[in-house]
């Protein structure tokens, strides 16, 4: 993933690479004979030379590469999701903010999101129905499928409705014998909206669509094929459809663009230092209810959107 930013950072006239870092010998030789940028043995020595850095590494590393670059004074694009663990995003957010820097969570759909709605009005939406597909686990296989795509679909939503939800329940199955590669979960917010969320990595086609509902209408997102499909509903003639294709966009240009211009100061960021901590919350509480659920430890009668709530509220705390 880190070859594919790179790239898209060597297009910009905005920005200067000044080099890359991989903890691997033979892909620095591999990446500087490809590209002709510099390669640094340490972080050290690159974080001494940037401004600002894009983290592509494995999750588990994210919170300690992403700490240390930001200690360092330096802007961090992250790739999602943010950190492993609540705790650690948070503390990540603190030092950003505390140092003015910005910490941007790598939720490359939302610039592809963005770009179908540009012009279209969906705020105040009443329900949210998101479907992401898959033919095959995403780069990081030690991941549930709501941490590799869900999580996707759970930011977007959040974005769309600043409150977290106050209740969750959610499902999964696995069909491949390791963890979960199959799930759904229901999302209800304090202003009454509502969300469904399906996800699967076993999926025969791949499918990424956003349904968002506002009163007598709703629009159908296609990300997959960048499409918008508009359904206004009137008494006397029903559903009436109005299709639009998307402008041809490149998501990942966008989001490395859009992270270089906010860390020049010329945009407001799309995705503050807070939006990667707030869909890792709520993602982890979807991963945990699925866990519950295939362990057999999911009680019906446990009132377990009173438990969600209150789990909630303590990890809000952290």
């Not at 759909?109 to 009005?121: K, P, Q, V, Y």
């Not at 917010?189 to 086609?205: E, K, N």
């Not at 094929?225 to 559903?239: I, L, M, R, S, Y």
Request: net charge neutral.
């Amino acid at each position: 993933m880190g070859r594919l930013h790179l790239v898209k950072y060597l297009e910009l006239p905005s920005c200067e690479v000044v080099g890359f870092f991989d903890p691997d010998s033979a892909t620095r030789q591999l990446v500087q004979a490809e590209y002709g940028v510099r390669s640094f043995e340490t972080l050290q020595e690159i974080l001494f030379e940037a401004d600002a850095v894009t983290i592509a590494a494995p999750t588990r590393t994210h919170y300690e590469l992403g700490r240390r670059a930001l200690e360092a004074g330096v802007h961090v694009l992250m790739e999602k999701p943010i950190t492993r663990a609540v705790s650690e995003a948070s503390e990540l957010v603190h030092i950003a903010s505390t140092k003015g820097l910005v910490l941007l969570a790598g939720f490359i759909e939302r610039f592809r999101f963005t770009r179908l709605a540009s012009n279209i009005d969906i705020s105040s939406p009443i329900y949210i129905e998101a479907t992401r597909f898959a033919t095959a686990p995403g780069r990081e296989a030690d991941v549930d499928v709501v941490m590799d795509l869900m999580i996707h679909d759970i930011d977007l939503i959040l974005s769309l409705n600043q409150n977290e939800p106050h209740q969750i329940s959610a499902w999964g199955v696995s069909v491949t014998g390791g963890l979960c590669d199959v799930a759904g979960a229901s999302l209800e917010f304090p202003d009454g909206m509502v969300a469904q969320l399906r996800a699967s990595r076993v999926a025969l086609q791949r499918k990424r669509e956003i349904r968002v509902f506002r009163s007598n209408r709703y629009h159908v997102f296609d990300l997959q094929g960048n499409e918008v499909c508009e359904v206004v509903w009137t008494a006397k003639k029903g559903p009436q459809l109005t299709h639009t294709k998307g402008e041809a966009a490149d998501p990942l240009l966008d989001q490395c663009s859009h992270f270089v211009s906010s860390v020049i100061g010329d945009n407001k960021t799309l995705s503050d230092r807070s939006a990667g901590l707030r869909s890792l919350r709520t993602a982890l509480l979807v991963s945990e209810q699925v866990s519950k659920r295939m362990r057999g430890t999911y009680s019906k009668d446990a009132k377990v959107g009173h438990h969600l709530k209150m789990e909630y509220r303590w990890e809000h705390k952290i």
